[in-house]
């Protein structure tokens, strides 16, 4: 329902992609992500859309909520609980990719301060060992 929305409020006021991307400071594709389903914006951003078209965030999810009958809202509160589950997927990967990229690091520091005390310690051997005695030879 919003992607659908989404698509014919934008067309209806002859919007562009690009300018309703401009207008929420977002990025073309993220318009484009929205209009075919494959994501959804946060509850502030639903609130600029709305704005934007000039209709209430419930329209804008397809619901219209003239006579508040309790079905409608139990339509609108689950679409909001929906957007709030795919916010939620999207934040626990967001969180393990950071979390993952943590751990590479980390693997790589440790990785390269063994590799100084091995360095280290093997110029140390190095140098107590390589003391050269020189004999003199005569003839």
Not at 3 to 29: F, P
Not at 41 to 69: H, Y
Not at 82 to 102: C, M, Y
Request: glycine share 4%; proline share 1%.
């Amino acid at each position: 329902m919003l992607n659908e929305n989404l698509k014919q409020l934008r067309k209806s006021k002859g919007l562009s992609q690009e300018e309703l991307a401009i207008r929420l400071n977002v990025v073309r594709q993220t318009i484009s992500k929205w209009e075919k389903g494959l994501s959804v914006p946060d509850a502030d951003m639903l609130i600029k859309i709305a704005d934007i078209f000039e209709v209430s965030v419930s329209e804008l999810l397809g619901t219209k909520i003239g006579e508040k009958k309790e079905q409608d809202v139990n339509e609108v509160a689950d679409q909001l609980m929906r957007i709030n589950e795919q916010l939620a997927i999207k934040n626990r990967r967001s969180h393990r990719v950071w979390k993952t990229v943590g751990i590479v690091l980390l693997i790589f520091v440790l990785f390269n301060v063994g590799l100084v005390v091995l360095n280290y310690a093997a110029f140390e051997s190095y140098e107590n060992n390589s003391s050269v005695q020189v004999e003199n030879v005569e003839e």
